[in-house]
Structure formats: C-alpha cells, structure tokens
C-alpha cells in the first residue's frame, strides 16, 4: 500500500462501542449505552475529523488520518424537536430532560 501524495499514511476505520463505566462495578459496568450517542474523533489541534451518531452503543468511525487521535463520546438525551428553516433569523429553544437521567442508572 502506497503513502499519499502528501506524506500521510492511508485512512483507517475505528470501530468500537460506547460502554457505561461504573466506578463502584456496578450491574452497569462495561454495558452499551442505551441511549443516543456521538462519537467524535479529533485532532490534537482540536479539529473533528469525523462524527458519528449511534443508537445501539456501536460505533464506526471510516475515513481517520493515520496519526494519533482523541475519540470524545457524548451521551444525548432524545429529543427531537422538529423546525422549519426560513430565510432570516431563528431561534428556537430545545427543552433537554433533567440530569442526571434516572433510567439509566
């Protein structure tokens, strides 16, 4: 396999799954998140260079850099509030439920 044009080695794929951690080894420990997930990948600057949203806790993130990387997951409640773009200024507030989330203890 050949190195690109401008030096860098050729894309990868991470994959993985979002697993609950549970400092006290809990029932939840090492489990899939059931929850909506992103998983971002970025690069030491600061630069995302992929994103990803899972469902189920598994993850696959294609196309990343081959140097090191920092892969961040982020628990989102769902909530799916839908809006209509029009031309101008919007706001639109979106209500998140309380944390921290008591189904998921």
């Known amino acids: ?19 609950r951690g549970d400092a006290a ?3 939840s420990a090492g489990q899939p998140l059931p929850a909506v997930t992103t998983v971002t990948a970025h690069r030491r600057n ?7 949203v899972s469902e189920d806790g ?5 196309g ?10 982020v628990e989102h409640p769902a ?3 839908e809006v209509v773009v029009r031309p101008g ?3 639109r507030d979106i209500a998140l439920p309380a944390f921290p989330r008591k189904d998921l203890r």
Request: glycine letters at 12%; zero cysteines; proline letters at 10%.
């Open 58 to 62: 598994g993850y696959v993130l294609d």
């Open 79 to 81: 909530v799916h509030e």
């Open 46 to 52: 600061g630069a995302v260079v992929a994103s990803t």
């Open 25 to 27: 080894g809990g029932p």
């Open 64 to 73: 990343l850099p081959a140097e090191p990387l920092t892969l961040v997951a």
């Open 89 to 91: 200024d919007q706001r």
């Open 1 to 19: 396999m050949s190195a690109p044009d401008d030096g860098r080695l050729p894309a990868r794929t991470v994959r993985g799954r979002v697993l």
